[in-house]
């Protein structure tokens, strides 16, 4: 067990779809040999297949006995093979011919971007961001053979040792969010970091600060002072993914609060809600309603004019809001003091 946790909390009902995040992830850490398919960050629609495909219907994590599910390896072409485009035809003219990739491929990132739910009369979607969860019990860790897979002891993050990992891959099954990625050509397994480079000199992960959305929310989840702690702990309105698994993930999510169906203008949210209900407890289990419920009367205390602390606080202003980062208390954890 670590003596800290590092979490991060992301309010769905601010992200625009924009995939700026997945952007700055990419450009930071994944644009060398081998990792053309990772995206440590990426953003799907919901509902939709994900990525890679259907990979919360894959297995993983663990048992009620805490026993490791079984789980597929994901094929490549569940990930979907990196699209090619004439960016000079495309960005600087050239001829009339349409600009076409040089594959067709069936599957990719956001193939099924905005697509959204299958009914005609009450069309909802909603984003998902989604990055390792750094778990608290993870089922990658558990896996590794060779012991390559640790959870910092001084911050909570899970990392993969590059020296020891030989490219099992039984970390990629064993996780049932399948936020681990092999290397083919350096023949490892490799993963989000959560940034730690970046916590270490008091700046956020590359992916929150780049958010022009301002959903995400990084601290550590024992300091009470953080925001993390206020929305998990205090006032419970931000839900783990896929909890079900049991792995205990530390990154977590105020659950989309769509206004309730058309046609339907006096009631509220939860008495009838625009994302089915069993789409998101799928995703954040049986609490999901009554994290809905609670939000709506937040907002209804806000319209009557009274004071609001978890809207307030999900409105984040300011840095100092959204962040509450603590490289001093990591330095003494990591020292023993």
Same mark, same amino acid.
């Given at each position: 067990?670590? #003596? %800290? ?12 779809? @924009?995939?700026?995040?997945? /952007? ?31 990979? =919360?219907?894959? &297995? ?7 026993? /490791? ?8 072409? =569940?990930? &979907? ?15 009339? !011919?349409?600009?076409?990739? %040089?594959? /067709?491929? $069936? ?6 971007? =905005?697509?959204? &739910? =299958? ?20 089922? @990658? ?5 060779? !012991? ?12 993969? $040792?590059?020296?020891? @990992? ?11 969010? !399948?936020? *681990? ?10 993963? @989000? ?10 700046? +956020? ?21 953080? +925001?993390?702690? #206020?929305?998990?702990?205090? %006032? !419970?309105?931000?839900?783990?993914? *896929? ?5 205990? +993930? ?12 058309? &046609? ?8 009838? +809600?625009?994302?089915?209900? #069993? ?15 609670? /939000? ?14 978890? *809207?307030? *606080? ?24």
């Amino acid at each position: 067990m670590s #003596k %800290h946790q590092y979490a991060m909390v992301m309010d769905l009902n601010k992200c625009l779809g @924009c995939h700026t995040c997945t /952007l700055a992830c990419k450009k930071q850490w994944t644009d060398g040999d081998g990792m053309a398919y990772m995206y440590w960050n990426n953003v799907e629609t919901r509902p939709g297949q994900g990525y890679p495909r259907n990979f =919360d219907r894959m &297995g993983g994590g663990f048992d009620v006995r805490g026993n /490791l599910r079984p789980s597929k390896l994901p094929p490549l072409e =569940d990930y &979907g093979e990196a699209l090619e485009y004439d960016y000079g035809q495309r960005l600087f003219g050239g001829s009339k !011919k349409p600009v076409m990739p %040089h594959v /067709l491929a $069936d599957y990719g990132p956001n193939f099924d971007e =905005d697509m959204g &739910g =299958d009914d005609t009369r009450n069309p909802y979607h909603f984003y998902l961001p989604r990055i390792c969860n750094h778990c608290t019990h993870p089922a @990658c860790l558990e896996a590794c053979p060779r !012991k390559a897979i640790y959870k910092r002891a001084e911050d909570g993050i899970v990392l993969v $040792d590059q020296e020891r @990992c030989r490219g099992y891959r039984h970390c990629i099954r064993a996780c049932p969010y !399948k936020k *681990l990625y092999f290397n083919v050509v350096e023949s490892m397994s490799q993963k @989000c970091i959560f940034c730690y480079p970046r916590l270490e000199k008091g700046r +956020p992960n590359a992916c929150a600060a780049q958010c022009p959305g301002r959903l995400r929310f990084v601290g550590i989840l024992d300091d009470q002072e953080s +925001p993390v702690h #206020k929305l998990v702990v205090q %006032h !419970k309105v931000a839900l783990g993914l *896929l909890p079900q698994r049991g792995t205990g +993930p530390n990154v977590y999510y105020v659950p989309p609060f769509l206004p309730p169906k058309a &046609g339907h203008p006096r009631a509220t949210v939860s008495q009838d +809600p625009r994302l089915p209900v #069993k789409v998101l407890e799928r995703l954040f289990g049986p609490r999901v309603m009554d994290v809905v419920r609670s /939000l709506e009367g937040e907002l209804r205390r806000a319209q009557r004019g009274s004071r609001s602390e978890v *809207l307030d *606080l999900l409105i984040g202003r300011n840095d100092s809001v959204r962040y509450a980062l603590r490289p001093d208390i990591m330095k003494r954890s990591a020292s023993g003091k």
